[in-house]
């Protein structure tokens, strides 16, 4: 009989005999999958090619009752346990070495109801899917901005895009959500239910169970809106930030400017001659009318001598997946980020300075601009802190050799240092690699403590690990 070994909360292994598996997966309505069975590797392959774990076993989730059998089983034999959405974190969480994975990537069911503008979402689903059902009836709810990116983790980090200045969060627009937790019960978390669990669940992470299901609060956006790119040669970047900043202060809420600093892709509306020289990017998007929009547009078209003005009215939905092609799965990606209150001088020389040295032609950083609407809702409002941060600095490596590893993680780590001191502190907990642990109680901030009392009752012995982890409240009290 052959035996299965899947890997341990405490370490080492529990050995299953095969029966012992069949008969697991025969509760299940989806399926179970080993190592080279059908649906193994495409349920362990996740966006981030520096992630290459091997779970033990895979659950393949098709529906709520799945996911309780699945946590049911985790829980019983302690067992190393992993949950999979998009599988688009940059910390590759989604995926354990030798433990069981729970996948959800089957559930990707999105229902509009268009009177009552709510969307019901299952923890699968794409920003795409969501968007494309969604602006069926030209609405819409504050999500990220690469299509392929998983609902559920954006949501339950936080959620940031296009709209969030307007609309606020992800977060800030989930109505309720029905969560399987540690007990292997399905719970709903509202206001009216449970609503400490959906305070955390507005930001809190992966830490208080598995969302089989997330209701959000939508509004009318689209069918289109005024987006596109500004692109300008980079020898008067530092003139160029100065003017963004002045820009995006008086911006209305309406309005979002992210700035890219990278090596020019070979669009085709850019000269050849650019193709793989720096450039300074402002990327736009207004959701509102033609008209008001470019008139909001006038100060930031009015800096420079842009090569390349690219911003019109297109659908919603494609520009929401316009940088898609930068971001395709496949290669090593790194990450660092700090949120900022303002962009002082000091911090716009840095970042100027390291985009001269780039370690790869995909590499970048981009500033992503929040205030407005999220900057309105307090900070114990939600498990999400960081309502100061009216700016986020993701600093992106991406090679495709394996060889260009170290170069690209030094290059991201020197520039995070030296801005380090321009920055609030806090950090956006979806931009976190997984050698960030210790910034996780940096990124809860003054939450961080309601977090841990909530992760002691919701998940005491913390099943639910493989995340940017709160440690349950008395596992971070000394020994008497």
Partial sequence: MTEIRLASLQGG????????????????????????????????????????????????????????????FARDHGLLLAVRGGGHNIAGNAVCEGGLLIDLSLMRSVRIDPLNRTARVEPGATLGE???????????????????????????GGGFGWLSRKLGLAAD????????????????????????????????????????????????VGPMVLAGLIIHPFARANELLAGYRDVAAKAPDELT????????????????????????????????????????????????????????MQPFASWQSAFDPLLTPGAYNYWKSHNF???????????VSHTKSLPSGESEIFIGQLGGATSRVAVDATAFPHRDARFVMNVHTRWRDRGDEQRAISWARRLFAETA??????????????????????????????????????????LFRLNQNVLPAAAQRPAA
């Fill in 130 to 156: 969501f968007d494309k059902e969604a602006q069926a009836f030209a609405l819409a709810t504050p999500l990220g901005i690469n299509s392929t990116t998983g609902v559920a983790g954006l949501t339950l």
């Fill in 341 to 351: 209150a303002e962009l002082g001088d000091g911090l716009l020389d840095t970042l």
């Fill in 257 to 312: 400017i992210w700035v890219v600093l990278r090596q020019a892709p070979p669009l085709p509306f850019l000269p050849v001659e650019m193709h793989g020289k720096e450039i300074v990017a402002f990327a736009v998007c207004y959701t509102g009318g033609e008209d008001e929009g470019n008139r909001a547009l006038e100060p930031l078209r009015a800096l420079g001598e842009p090569v390349a003005d690219m911003i019109g």
């Fill in 13 to 72: 292994a529990i050995t299953f005999a095969s029966d012992a598996i069949d008969a697991f997966r025969q509760t299940l309505r989806g399926d179970v999958c080993l190592p080279n069975e059908p649906g193994y590797d495409e349920a362990r392959t996740i966006w981030n090619a520096m992630i290459d774990r091997h779970p033990g076993a895979v659950v393949r989730c098709k529906g709520a009752a799945d996911i309780m059998r699945a946590v049911g």
């Fill in 421 to 462: 001191p321009y920055a609030t502190g806090g950090v956006y907990v979806n931009f976190m690699p997984e050698d960030e642990s210790d910034r996780v109680s940096g990124a809860y901030g003054p939450n961080y403590a309601r977090l841990a009392t909530l992760k002691a009752q919701y998940d005491p012995g913390n």
């Fill in 173 to 220: 627009n989930l109505i309720s959500a029905d969560v399987v937790t540690a007990d292997a019960g399905l719970v709903r978390a509202s206001e009216a239910e449970d609503a400490n669990l959906l305070w955390a669940l507005r930001g809190g992470g992966a830490n208080f169970g598995v969302v089989s299901s997330f209701e959000f609060r939508l509004h009318p």
